[in-house]
């Protein structure tokens, strides 16, 4: 007998509907699997068969062929082994479904047929919710990460045997519909340092106010120790909390990239704040591999990503930065296929002025000769440094300061004027496909940007005196835009465009 089974595979953050056609006749015993299946899906045999045998079934004795529709798509993963197993004994006439085609299978079976959770459900289940009727069946550690799209009727099961016996009834008895993320987890803030810890460094605080309200990229530059990390890791803390629609984003791409434990899930409800370490490779930074899985660029959606010591990174890592910091998204193409992963990050970095680290410092002598602070710079390129709006001057503190306890303004402070900001955009940009001041294109900034005819004679003369390219001058606007944003001025003033001009430390 014929039968076809519908289940899915991922092509990136995408969920691609698959066939699984089996067709069991009578002849000489065998087992034929097509399809483009990879190691993992061609060894799916031989943990069905156990799994099979485990919960009282046979499926020998006949001549199998099994073929994975659409043909020309890699199958990747073991989330086929399900769907394979249900098609076998359906083929083989162990027992009867009614409409077996509203289900979608999807589950790995261990050798005594119990399920065991797969990455990915929720893109899938994303997909899936636009086809009324259909019951997504899976393991039931995957049900908590499937439930967060409301709406979808799902199916869990902990083995082989649950499944078979669930799909004898006429109405399963353990079909639930989802609720979606009905009620969030409580994000804690203590776990970030907080501002009011940070002496001193008003200037610096008041750039990373900046751009946590316009997510803007920024880059720190200053001596050893002066506090540029400290500060950088405080930045989460005066970061808004997640809408809905950004933590199903930013957890739909960690489960396809295996960064979320399946046993152990757990939506993403804090923005991501990722520091990869210098030596990181350019495949691990912006995403590839043989399986084209997401790299950091992608993890930081709807978060940070921050460079430290931002010159040692290799030249060619950092200049694969450039497409996903001015598109938001990142398309990874290989021999093996091609993907495309959302990237709408900030990105922060952090370095010193010259290899000793001491040129700005006040109190120790720089030791390096002017071509090694030329070349120290160099490693970072110019094209990059224009794609950064704040560029920041982080001096040294007097340790005196240090005994003094801070009493400086706290993160929660600074908190309540982003989302004050925040809003504004969001009023700003209710109809459009953007979110933030720095995701406006150049005609969208000179419309919403809005300032009097001085004010942009005076943007464009200092502009010209800084000697900054056109996407310079743009983002400089953006940040100004911002700013106005801050103090809730619906035009951008010469104050505004006055303090943007000054966050330009390199050039």
């Known amino acids: 007998m014929f039968h076809r089974i519908r289940t899915y595979c991922l092509s990136g953050i995408h969920a691609v509907p698959v066939n699984v056609e089996v067709d069991a006749s009578l002849g000489l015993p065998g087992f034929t699997l097509v399809g483009l299946p990879d190691s993992a899906v061609r060894e799916s045999r031989e943990r069905v068969v156990s799994a099979v045998r485990a919960s009282g079934y046979s499926v020998t004795g006949n001549r199998t062929t099994v073929n994975l529709s659409p043909a020309d798509l890699r199958k990747e993963g073991s989330s086929l082994d399900l769907p394979l197993a249900i098609g076998m004994l359906l083929a083989s006439s162990q027992f009867e479904v009614n409409h077996i085609e509203r289900f979608v299978f999807l589950g790995e079976l261990a050798l005594d047929g119990l399920l065991k959770p797969v990455r990915g459900i929720l893109s899938i289940a994303m997909t899936l919710i636009e086809e009324k009727g259909s019951v997504l069946v899976v393991p039931q550690e995957n049900v908590q990460e499937a439930s967060l799209i409301e709406g979808l009727l799902i199916l869990g099961v902990s083995s082989l045997l649950e499944c078979i016996e669930q799909l004898k009834m006429i109405n399963p008895s353990q079909i639930v519909q989802s609720r979606g993320l009905s009620s969030k987890l409580k994000v804690s803030f203590d776990q970030y ?91 691990s930074l912006v995403g590839g591999s043989s399986q084209l899985l997401p790299g950091e660029v992608s993890l930081a959606h709807n978060g940070v990503l921050f460079l430290d010591e931002l010159p040692e990174f290799g030249r060619h890592v950092l200049e694969a930065l450039r497409e996903p910091m001015e598109e938001g998204v ?104 953007i979110h933030f001041n720095s995701e406006m294109t150049s005609q969208e900034t000179r419309s919403l940007a809005k300032m009097e005819a001085s004010t942009e004679n005076f943007a464009v003369h200092a502009s010209e005196k800084l000697m900054l390219s056109a996407r310079g001058y743009y983002r400089v606007l953006k940040v100004a835009r911002t700013i106005a944003d801050l103090r809730g001025s619906e035009t951008v003033g010469k104050i505004d465009l006055a303090e943007a001009l000054q966050y330009k430390v390199l050039r």
């Open 193 to 283: 340092p907080d501002f009011k810890n940070v002496v001193g460094m008003q200037g610096v605080k008041r750039a990373l106010e900046i751009a946590a309200s316009g997510n803007h990229n920024f880059l720190l530059v200053g001596s050893p120790g002066s506090g540029k990390t400290l500060c950088a890791k405080c930045l989460p803390s005066i970061l808004p909390e997640m809408s809905d629609e950004e933590i199903i984003e930013s957890t739909r791409i960690h489960s396809c990239a295996k960064s979320i434990h399946p046993q152990h899930f757990s939506y993403i409800a804090e923005r991501p704040f990722r520091s990869p370490h210098h030596s990181a490779s350019m495949v």
């Open 330 to 433: 990142v398309c990874i193409n290989r021999a093996s296929g091609s993907a495309e992963w959302p990237s709408r990050f900030m990105m922060g970095a952090a370095m010193n002025p010259c290899p000793c680290g001491f040129a700005m410092d006040l109190k120790k002598e720089c030791t390096c000769l002017p071509d090694m602070k030329s070349r120290y710079r160099s490693k970072v390129s110019g094209p990059l440094l224009d794609r950064i709006d704040l560029q920041v001057s982080v001096p040294s503190i007097d340790i005196s300061q240090l005994a003094f306890s801070a009493t400086a303004e706290s993160s929660s402070t600074i908190r309540e004027r982003v989302k004050g900001a925040r809003e504004f955009q969001e009023e700003r940009f209710r109809r459009k496909k």
